[in-house]
């Protein structure tokens, strides 16, 4: 079972979680499936703009009441009327959480799905970015510059990480983009329909012109920085479906 959650909202080990939900409806609320657990999300959390994870319980550990009971008045959108949710009768123990899945969200704040986080990701403390992938941002420059699109910072900068077997969605970015590459594997990035491989023995950069249509795989996990300037703004991007 999955309780949906901010991350900065969990607390401290050897603490006990207790939600609003727990005074005032006298348990804590939680899902059966992680498809249930994406349409509750996108139901009742969208407001939410922080880290949002999900954590998995294992129900040997809770060491409180569950109920598996019907949604009150009904279910979100797309859950069938008979699945029933189960409802924590008391605080939770964080410790009960088998693993932490972390949402992976569009731009519009819509909710895609929940991913454990990949090795490399978790070493460097890296979040599900929209366009598919891995992301941490590490640096933004003083100043700015005055686009068409608005004030914007000069530059930024972030670490990503595409593992193994995945890619990006296709995608334009309104700056210019700079790829670095950092390995262990190599990455190979379309930019306007022309291949360009990323990698020790092709070419450790490649520079993505703004404005042009781009989108990266990787057959074995790698990691990367991409500079920016001027710099990211999610306003400044559109997915391609």
Known sequence: ?????????????????????????????????????????????????????????????????????????????????????????????????????????????????????????????????????????TWTSTGQARTERGDRDLASAILFHIPAGHGTREHIVASEELWLWHGPGAVSLAIEGTSHRLHRDASPQVLVPAGARQSAHATEDTLVTCVVSPAFDYRDLRIIE
Do not use: K
């Not at 939600?19 to 969208?46: D, K, Q, W």
């Not at 922080?50 to 859950?79: H, K, S, T």
């Not at 699945?83 to 819509?110: E, K, N, Q, S, W």
């Open 1 to 137: 079972m999955y309780h949906l959650i901010q991350r900065a909202d969990i607390p401290p080990a050897g603490t006990l979680l207790r939600p609003p939900s727990l005074e005032s409806e006298g348990f804590i609320h939680c899902t059966g499936s992680v498809e249930t657990l994406v349409a509750v999300a996108n139901a009742f959390y969208r407001e939410w703009t922080g880290e949002v994870v999900a954590l998995e319980l294992d129900p040997e550990r809770i060491g409180q009441p569950v109920r598996w009971e019907a949604a009150d008045p009904a279910p979100p959108p797309g859950v069938p009327a008979d699945v029933l949710f189960p409802h924590i009768y008391g605080p939770l123990d964080v410790m009960a959480a088998r693993r932490v899945l972390h949402a992976r969200r569009d731009i519009d704040g819509t909710y895609r799905g929940f991913e454990q986080r990949p090795a490399l990701a978790e070493q460097h403390e890296l979040a599900p970015h929209p366009e598919g992938g891995w992301y941490r941002r």
